[in-house]
């Protein structure tokens, strides 16, 4: 089993419009930076585009759970599980990630700064959606 941060922000508006916008792949770099150089469809993937060379990246398919997770391939052949839910919070949403660490990749302060950039993704999205 992997350490794990659960990282979430609480979005004012109806979980089905969060959800509705945030399911497009093509939505992912207004708010994502890791995916900010855009993707590319290939097939059932994308593509991203990156420093590190090109990721692959696999959504889940549209549902009514508020699931979007989704699996990034390092070019490495390393899959990283991003497991990303948005759960109705009264009018609102909740929208919440869990950040799992896997030993071989992440020193400790690497794994700060990722949680913090899974952070500032949420909030941009937040900030995007309440616009």
């Given at each position: ?5 659960y990282i979430s922000i609480r979005i004012h ?119």
């Amino acid at each position: 089993m992997f350490e794990s941060r659960y990282i979430s922000i609480r979005i004012h508006k109806p979980a089905e419009a969060v959800y509705a916008f945030a399911k497009d792949p093509e939505s992912f770099p207004k708010w994502a930076a890791g995916l900010a150089s855009g993707l590319t469809r290939d097939g059932e993937r994308w593509v991203a585009h990156g420093p590190g060379g090109d990721v692959r990246v696999r959504f889940s398919p549209d549902n009514p759970y508020g699931v979007l997770d989704h699996w990034v391939t390092q070019p490495d052949g390393t899959e990283l599980y991003m497991p990303l839910r948005v759960v109705a919070n009264g009018e609102g949403a909740e929208v919440g990630m869990v950040l799992y660490r896997p030993p071989t990749l992440y020193d400790d302060a690497a794994y700060d700064r990722d949680a913090a950039a899974v952070a500032r993704d949420l909030a941009r999205l937040k900030a995007l959606l309440e616009a």
